[in-house]
């Protein structure tokens, strides 16, 4: 049962750090990754990481400002999110693979927490 928080209302700029446990369970050998979905838009991949996380990688539109990471012994997978902007604002969400690359189509998804930013 994953569950994400650390949403919130942040000014544009500012830095902000998301983080999914989950509860009841392990995250260890699943691929693990953040996607986000802005009100009237398509869900999007923002970040994701490979088990025990030696691979990463990122959207196109959050490469060089937002971070993903993982503690296998926490058993949390977090998102540190730099230099936000306005359409950064989305619900994210947290998510797992066991069989590849979060994505998506990813099977297991969290309850999602929100980011607004505002300019």
């Known amino acids: 049962q994953l569950q994400a928080s650390g949403g919130g209302l942040v000014q544009a700029g500012d830095s902000l750090r998301l983080s999914c446990a989950n509860f009841g369970g392990t995250l260890s050998y699943y691929y693990m990754g953040w996607i986000r979905q802005a009100p009237g838009k398509e869900r999007e991949f923002v970040a994701g990481?490979?088990?025990?996380?030696?691979?990463?990688n990122y959207g196109n539109a959050v490469k060089g400002r937002f971070t993903i990471s993982r503690d296998n012994i926490k058993n949390t997978v977090d998102l540190q999110m730099n230099s936000l902007k306005p359409e950064d604002t989305a619900i994210y969400y947290c998510v797992a693979d066991r069989g590849g690359p979060a994505s998506t189509a990813a099977p297991f998804w969290g309850q999602g927490t929100l980011v607004t930013v505002s300019s």
């Open positions: 990481i490979s088990w025990p996380g030696t691979r990463k």
